[in-house]
């Protein structure tokens, strides 16, 4: 047996026996200021608003479709080269913050929005500097990557059991308002213009390099107690050598979470088709200004809803909340894309990329019934991932194995593989919900 490996099994066996003893024991929660500070509806608050001035910033561009500019082949780029680091450094994500703990792979992850942003700033003074986007959105993948592993890790563990889906809900919310507070101010900033000014980039780089520091003033998980009394397990920071092996540990001892990966996948993909290919599309700036306002304001209901009411119903059983989860986003999925399928048979790319095309605006007659499909894609997004999140916290209550599997997270052409992705995904889901999700996590569950 290797040293690594040894000290892996070591490091699984201590933090078992550690697991049960904070699971027996009760601890006291701080008093005065510091209940407050220290309570995990504060940390879960402070995190939606990191999330709030960077990814919630990234979201607001990009949901004006092409990032704002008039051609999005830019961001289209931007966007795959992003994919692509994001996939491979997620796997890996992780383990890294295993190493450096969560408050430095959150701020290791947030500097990557403001190049990105800057990167916009940059190709709207000088038309030329598509490739500098295109390697920002690459630079961006890796630091998404190291950002949300953090935040995926605090955001399940923080809660009891009981809480995960009103925790997940809170943080979408707050992390969902940045993108709300950036659409509306681009909504008023561009009412009268056909491009996005420099202005509104100024704006959201000022906003994401504030978000930089703000995990500065985040309390260490290992002083976080939980409503109940009981303590975060410890961020444990072993070797690399030794994370590395965790990671695969983690595959081989909790083998399902593979079949969450279909999941994950579609979390991102389905974007591209609904703010490039439709928002980005079809309408004005300002109506895409006002789109995307709309979509990020029915993103928090729609996180609360299924995490609040439907996820967090403790009358119910766990096993069957997680049923019913997956059975009203699956039908979700069904209403949006076949409501989405009608208008996307009436254009082509070529027609909508025609000089002279028409383009929908907030006074046309046809704008409503187009804008609510937004307000419903933006629901079907929140409950998505609320419900991915939700599964992956009732896999276990460990900051350490959660920051592992948060880690692991052409027009119709891209509408009919959206469609078929977010149905897969949730096929590949129903397997893991029946056989893995538990109404209680047991302790064994707690370490990788």
Not at 310 to 331: E, P
Not at 371 to 390: N, P, R
Request: hydrophobic share 50%; charged share 10%; with cysteine.
């Amino acid at each position: 047996m290797s040293d690594g490996q040894a000290e892996v099994e070591k490091l699984g066996s201590g933090s078992s026996e550690d697991s049960g003893s904070q699971r027996a024991e009760i601890f006291d929660r701080p008093t005065g200021w510091r209940a407050y500070y220290y309570h995990p509806v504060a940390q879960i608050s402070m995190l939606g608003l990191v999330c709030f001035v960077c990814p919630g910033m990234f979201n607001a561009l990009s949901g004006l479709g092409g990032g704002g500019q008039v051609n999005a082949k830019d961001q289209a780029n931007a966007n795959a080269s992003l994919s692509a680091t994001f996939a491979f450094f997620g796997f890996f994500s992780g383990t890294v913050n295993n190493v450096i703990g969560p408050r430095r792979t959150l701020m290791l992850g947030t500097w990557g929005y403001s190049l990105y942003i800057a990167a916009f700033l940059a190709v709207n003074i000088h038309a030329g500097a598509g490739d500098f986007v295109v390697a920002s959105g690459a630079i961006l993948g890796v630091c998404a990557a190291f950002l949300w592993s953090a935040q995926g890790s605090l955001m399940m563990s923080y809660p009891t059991e009981a809480q995960k889906g009103m925790y997940i809900g809170i943080f979408w919310a707050i992390f969902n308002l940045g993108a709300v507070v950036g659409a509306a101010v681009a909504f008023a900033l561009n009412f009268n213009n056909t491009v996005v000014g420099n202005g509104t980039y100024v704006g959201f780089l000022i906003l994401t390099l504030i978000g930089v520091f703000l995990p500065l003033f985040m309390a260490d998980p290992d002083k976080m107690v939980r409503t109940d009394g009981t303590r975060v397990n410890l961020v444990r920071h072993p070797s690399w050598k030794t994370e590395f092996l965790s990671l695969f540990i983690a595959l081989k001892t909790d083998p399902w979470i593979v079949l969450l990966f279909p999941m994950f996948l579609a979390s991102n993909y389905f974007y591209t088709w609904q703010f490039n290919d439709y928002n980005g599309a079809l309408f004005t700036i300002r109506a895409r200004g006002l789109n995307n306002f709309m979509y990020w304001t029915s993103q928090i209901f729609g996180s609360v809803f299924i995490g609040y009411f439907v996820l967090d119903q403790t009358k119910v059983r766990r096993r069957v909340r997680a049923f019913y989860g997956w059975v009203l986003v699956f039908l979700m999925i069904f209403v949006v894309h076949t409501w989405a399928y009608f208008y996307q048979k009436t254009y082509t790319r070529l027609g909508e990329a025609a000089q002279g095309a028409y383009k929908i605006d907030i006074y046309d007659s046809n704008y409503a019934a187009h804008v609510w499909l937004m307000i419903f894609y933006g629901f079907l997004d929140s409950m998505w991932q609320t419900y991915a999140y939700w599964l992956m916290g009732a896999m276990s209550n460990d900051p350490a194995k959660l920051a592992v599997f948060a880690g692991f997270c052409a027009y119709m052409n891209i509408f009919l593989s959206t469609w078929c992705l977010t149905v897969a995904g949730m096929i590949f889901a129903a397997p893991m919900v029946y056989i893995r999700v538990t109404d209680h996590t047991d302790i064994e569950d707690e370490v990788l």
